[in-house]
């Protein structure tokens, strides 16, 4: 089995030693994503639906590098730091999964890797044909 890995070019992954996405067969895993850009800085900063949204382009795209998309999600993992803001996050995750369903955890965190940013979000996805 090939192991392709992912990466978005942040200098954190570097550093960290991590990829953004890793797919081994019909598997990928993308790591935890944040709504920072290509220079690390924080997007939408106090508006977690938007970042959710900035957040799921981020997956599709690692997804797409990977040989995949969206449609081939089966599992998202949602970290939020703020109670209150579970439905905008969930209904950004509605809008982009509607129809897909994957399975959905959502967990309320003490924090994230900085105060900017309010949703971290995991995704596996699966390859019916490899």
């Not at 995949?68 to 449609?71: I, Q, T, V």
């Given at each position: 089995m090939i192991r392709q890995n992912v990466s978005s070019g942040t200098t954190w992954e570097a550093m960290a030693g991590y990829s953004r996405?890793?797919?081994c067969g019909n598997h990928i895993w993308v790591a935890g994503t944040t709504a920072s850009d290509e220079n690390t800085q924080p997007v939408s900063p106090g508006d977690a639906y938007a970042q959710a949204h900035y957040i799921f382009r981020k997956i599709?795209?690692?997804l797409i590098q990977a040989g995949?998309?969206?449609?081939d999600v089966v599992r998202t993992?949602?970290?939020i730091v703020n109670l209150e803001d579970w439905e905008a996050v969930a209904r950004a995750h509605g809008e982009v999964f509607g129809s897909i369903r994957p399975a959905?955890?959502?967990v309320v965190v003490k924090a994230?890797?900085?105060e900017?940013?309010?949703v971290e979000i995991e995704a596996d996805a699966y390859l019916?044909?490899?």
């Open positions: 996405a890793v797919r599709e795209r690692a995949a998309g969206l449609k993992r949602v970290f959905n955890t959502l994230l890797i900085g900017a940013y309010l019916e044909w490899g």
